[in-house]
């Protein structure tokens, strides 16, 4: 439960910075955190239900243990939030670069006068 709470604490705060980032350097700053809260969910919801499933397999075909579910459970939470944090910090990385048009359109200063 406790890993939830921050898993969503994370969510809330990677969101805001991604819009924040994305803003200053003028990137659509709505699109890439809605992005980013699609990324964190979407990899999270994903990435449980996979594991899920090998987990059912394996219970089902290869006789693991009926418990297998509740002695994983905080081993599963930390690989998801982790491989979802992963996801956004790379979105983070990419809005926080500097397009390239802003210095393509400066004037480039006069030539120096001797």
């Known amino acids: 439960m406790i890993l939830l709470v921050l898993a969503l604490a994370f969510l809330a705060i990677s969101?805001?910075?991604?819009?924040?980032?994305?803003?200053?350097?003028?990137?659509?700053a709505i699109l890439w955190a809605i992005v980013?809260?699609?990324?964190?969910?979407?990899?999270?919801l994903v990435l449980s239900i996979t594991i899920v499933?090998?987990?059912?397999?394996?219970?089902?075909?290869?006789?693991?243990?009926?418990n297998t579910f509740a002695s994983s459970e905080i081993l599963i939470d930390l690989?998801?939030?982790?491989a979802s944090g992963a996801s956004v910090m790379l979105i983070l990385r990419h809005v926080a670069k500097i397009k390239d048009e802003e210095y393509l359109t400066e004037e480039l200063p006069p030539p120096p006068t001797f």
Do not use: C, D, H, P
């Open 79 to 82: 690989v998801v939030m982790l």
């Open 15 to 28: 969101t805001f910075f991604v819009y924040k980032t994305a803003k200053e350097n003028g990137y659509n």
């Open 36 to 44: 980013s809260f699609s990324t964190f969910v979407g990899v999270y």
């Open 53 to 66: 499933v090998v987990i059912a397999v394996g219970m089902s075909f290869f006789g693991w243990s009926n």
